[in-house]
């Protein structure tokens, strides 16, 4: 079965630096890799999509990169917020859908 | 609001109650989906549904019972649940689905279940 790794550390970093969260996975060449962020109590909200064929993905302070060789995606939030506090998962296909169990990023003002 | 509604938010029960959990989307999905998601461990895919017919069950014990009676209501029907059952009962749906969805799944905001 798939196997999913996100550091389950949570990540501290200070207001207008770049966060950087890992994902890496065994078992599988999935088509494509999504990321979600997590409120407290709240379900997940999609972020960015990126597929087996892109290096990089971007939207507005998000980037995403997926490196099939590594077996490995990197999210990158960039001049981040203490609004961006929350846990991020990543989710991909394999046999079935699969996620990991987040990490969570405290951004301190 | 996600455009997904579940209902009830929280819930308590005996071992030996039967209750029932319900996800609403107003998204012209065609396909949703049953998530548990415990303390310290990753959301584990339960049911999908795609155009109302189930097309995945990941070994989910039987008193768990799922119902699509549309595209646009998916029930979770519990009976007999352990306390090892408690957690956050997530509903999710997507405009396509299948087994491995290939679109951005929406999510409910949960029901939190708490088995006595």
């Known amino acids: 079965s798939q196997k999913i790794e996100q550091n389950s550390e949570a990540l501290n970093i200070q207001e207008g630096k770049t966060a950087t969260l890992t994902c890496n996975y065994t078992?599988?060449?999935?088509?494509?890799l999504q990321w979600y962020r997590q409120d407290p109590g709240r379900g997940p909200v999609f972020l960015l999509l990126?597929?087996?064929?892109?290096k990089e993905k971007r939207k507005e302070r998000l980037k995403v990169t997926f490196d099939t060789t590594l077996k490995q995606s990197l999210f990158h939030i960039t001049a981040s917020q203490p609004a961006d506090s929350a846990t991020y998962l990543c989710?991909?296909?394999?046999?079935?859908?699969?996620f990991g169990s987040g990490t969570k990023l405290n951004v301190k003002p | 609001e996600t455009g997904v509604t579940q209902t009830p938010r929280h819930l308590v029960m005996g071992m030996t109650n039967k209750k029932s959990l319900k996800c609403e989307q107003h998204?012209?999905?065609?396909?949703m989906y049953w998530y548990k998601q415990s303390a310290k461990k990753p959301l584990e895919l339960m049911f999908v549904?795609?155009?109302?017919?189930?097309?995945e069950n990941n070994s989910v014990p039987s008193r768990f019972s799922p119902e699509c009676p549309n595209s646009s209501h998916l029930f979770l029907h519990l009976h007999t649940l352990q306390p090892e059952d408690s957690a956050l009962y997530l509903c999710?749906?997507?405009?396509?689905?299948?087994?491995?969805?290939?679109?951005?799944?929406?999510f409910g905001p949960g029901t939190r279940l708490t088995v006595l």
């Open positions: 549904y795609n155009f109302k017919e189930q097309t």
């Open positions: 998204l012209g999905h065609n396909a």
């Open positions: 990126i597929r087996e064929n892109e």
């Open positions: 989710a991909l296909d394999g046999d079935k859908f699969y």
């Open positions: 078992n599988y060449s999935p088509a494509y």
């Open positions: 999710a749906s997507s405009l396509n689905g299948g087994t491995a969805p290939t679109n951005e799944q929406f």
